[in-house]
């Protein structure tokens, strides 16, 4: 595969993988991955969730799916890793 497949594969995956564990279009699911990551963001913030920290930029990602910008990181970043696992592999 090229840089290209592994870079769609990622941008077509990001939205399963966040609700796989637990930010979904609705909000975060109960016991599930991003449940904990929140607990543990609010314990850490003296009991709230801070704009702009990973928590939230996951939650929102998950409920609109995700910007533009987003999607050219993930697509970025999917195509990086690709490359050095096809020179790995």
């Given at each position: 595969m090229?840089?290209?497949?592994?870079?769609?594969?990622?941008?077509?995956?990001?939205?399963?993988?966040?609700?796989?564990?637990?930010?979904?279009?609705?909000?975060?699911?109960?016991?599930s991955y991003a449940a904990s990551m929140m607990s543990a963001a609010a314990v850490a913030n003296g009991g709230g969730v801070a704009a702009g920290s990973l928590v939230a930029i996951l939650q929102s990602a998950g409920m609109a799916g995700?910007?533009?910008?987003?999607?050219?990181?993930?697509?970025?970043?999917g195509g990086v890793v690709g490359g050095v696992l096809a020179t790995i592999i």
């Open positions: 090229g840089l290209r497949e592994y870079s769609c594969g990622a941008v077509v995956s990001a939205p399963i993988v966040l609700g796989a564990v637990g930010f979904t279009s609705v909000g975060i699911a109960a016991s995700l910007s533009g910008t987003a999607t050219a990181v993930v697509g970025s970043v």
